[in-house]
């Protein structure tokens, strides 16, 4: 342990861990879920700037905060230069153990639950989108991505959209994600994958970090506004 708030303080203690063998890797949302025999998983939160990296014994990283040492000698570690990642080892079902929402790329996430999570909500859609206890994995600039895609201004109160919108939207997020996970995620600052790969949806973006640039539709000047203290992009004539 390299630096000890790394552990989310609701976590069990991680020596619970030890002699463990690691049955599955998955996720949920933004939560990367490390499923070990006996029923426990070290949920992983990178936030901002964590990432883990596969490496040999004896490779470190200038900011390694947690090693997760294997059998063979090979190790996880998990780096994060802002100290704003989380670790946690849990008991029974992680959704309900971290209190996210239904997964963005969840079949179970049709028209009809979508329709429901938006129903009477005066919250700006960005707003809501970002909200990962009803909807887990979608980041700013995911959704910043997909309410371009979908035509939509992220100023929208969330349950004005109409059937029409909302179809659109949806197939728009699953969209954008499913593209940003081909491409092994967006790296618009130091962000590399477990091979220490940078992404390459950041080649993508219409809109995220393109202020003042011509909209790739229509030409128009691209705007940024402030929303929930996030900074937010928009085409003012594809997104009215």
Known sequence: MHWPRTVDRASLPLDAAIGRTIARVGRHGKFILI???GGRT???????TGRLLVAGRGERDAHERLT??????????FADARKFGRVRLLDGDPKAELGAGIDALDPALDAVAFA???????TPIKTLLLDQRRIAGIGNIYANEALFRARIRPRRRAGSLTAAERARLLRA???VLERAIERRGTSVADYVDAEGLPGEFQNLLAVYGRAGL???RCRTPIKRIELTQRGTFYCPVCQQ
């Open 116 to 122: 429901a999570l938006l129903a009477r909500r005066k």
């Open 68 to 77: 997760v040492g294997f059998d063979d000698g090979s190790t996880l570690r």
């Open 42 to 48: 070290l949920a992983v939160h990178l936030r901002m």
């Open 214 to 216: 011509p909209c790739r």
């Open 173 to 175: 997020l699953r969209f």
């Open 35 to 37: 499923a070990l025999d």
